[in-house]
């Protein structure tokens, strides 16, 4: 069973491994968690995206959440903000897309064209 | 909503925008009266007498957006569905409590579904928020980020290894009292 006392051993090995470094300003990603997003699937996708991140110890790169972004029967949403450049935005993302768009996109700065919203638009009418 | 956890999930949400420090969530199951009772409450802005009598209508929302909300509505309709009811009371400036009862052994009962994952999310997206968890069954189970953040210091409740922790902490506590997700 785990205990209190596991979280105060990894806060000590922890501490010693903090940088003091100030915060970059580092890529975002926002998932739509309203009732739509969560309805369609975003919390296995947000913690998928959590996973991914910190397992790669992208530690510029926060992933957040966000209201409903309006197009309710295109979630679970995901938005990538890169500083100086536009906004990506994924849609009807599931947890198995979450690997490529970290690698390709976050990491490499790649945007996954197939996942995007304007693809999406142009290929399903 | 597919299950018990999502809902909790969305109705969490409701707190969060309702600017509050302090969310309490309580689940209970209770045999004797066939009953699941959860209960979401805040510190928030709260509702005002008006807003809390329109807040079951799936055309009441606070977003300007669009004028449906659906939140509400669906949760209402998962403890009606089993004969149960959903409550809420709130005032400004207080915050709000929703209680949701429904029939246990009923049919129509969504399951649990991943409780330890709605917690968590809610916990590592909302670092400045705290979230108190009771689940009780035969035994009980809590969890409080007021109690993590003081054992953890100047370590961000964000930290990946702090992460993993809070996952398997309440996936183990929630197992332990209710036996798995499949109820």
Same mark, same amino acid.
């Given at each position: ?8 051993? *990894? &806060? ?5 491994? *903090?940088?003091? &470094? ?13 009732? #739509?997003? *969560?309805a ?8 998928a ?10 530690s ?7 209201? #409903?972004?309006?197009a #309710? &029967? ?19 993302v ?6 490529? *768009? ?24 | ?38 209960v ?11 807003? /809390? ?14 004028? !449906?909300?659906? +939140? ?52 590592? /997206?909302?670092?400045?928020? @705290? ?12 969890? @409080? ?7 953890? +210091? @100047? ?6 290894? !702090?992460? !993993?922790?809070?996952?398997?902490? /309440? ?5 332990? !009292? ?6």
């Amino acid at each position: 069973m785990k205990s209190l006392q596991e979280l105060e051993a *990894i &806060r000590n090995k922890t501490l010693s491994q *903090i940088d003091i &470094r100030k915060k970059s300003e580092g890529t975002r990603i926002v998932v739509g968690m309203a009732t #739509c997003g *969560i309805a369609a699937g975003a919390r296995p996708v947000l913690t998928a995206l959590v996973e991914e991140v910190a397992k790669r110890n992208l530690s510029d790169v926060t992933v957040s959440q966000t209201g #409903c972004i309006g197009a #309710c &029967r295109l979630e679970p949403m995901v938005e990538v903000y890169t500083p100086g450049k536009d906004k990506v935005t994924y849609v009807k993302v599931s947890p198995d897309m979450v690997g490529r *768009i970290v690698a390709e996109h976050i990491v490499n700065g790649n945007p996954v064209t197939e996942y995007t919203i304007g693809y999406h638009e142009e290929n399903t009418k | 909503m597919r299950d018990i956890s999502l809902h909790i999930l969305d109705i969490s949400e409701n707190s969060i925008r309702a600017g509050s420090s302090l969310v309490r969530i309580d689940m209970n199951i209770d045999k004797a009266k066939d009953e699941l009772a959860i209960v979401i409450e805040d510190n928030g802005s709260g509702m005002s007498k008006e807003m /809390l009598e329109r807040v079951k209508s799936p055309f009441t929302t606070s977003r300007t957006t669009r004028k !449906v909300g659906l +939140g509400i509505p669906l949760f209402v309709a998962s403890c009606e569905n089993t004969g149960g009811r959903l409550n809420i009371d709130s005032e400004p400036g207080k915050g709000t409590k929703l209680t949701a009862r429904l029939k246990f052994a009923h049919i129509d009962r969504p399951p649990l579904g991943d409780i330890a994952e709605t917690i968590a999310t809610l916990t590592i /997206l909302n670092p400045a928020i @705290d979230f108190a968890f009771t689940a009780r069954y035969d035994e009980a189970f809590e969890y @409080d980020t007021r109690q993590l953040k003081a054992t953890l +210091g @100047d370590v961000p409740i964000t930290n990946p290894d !702090v992460m !993993v922790f809070i996952r398997e902490y /309440l996936q183990e506590g929630i197992k332990q !009292v209710f036996g798995g997700n499949e109820i």
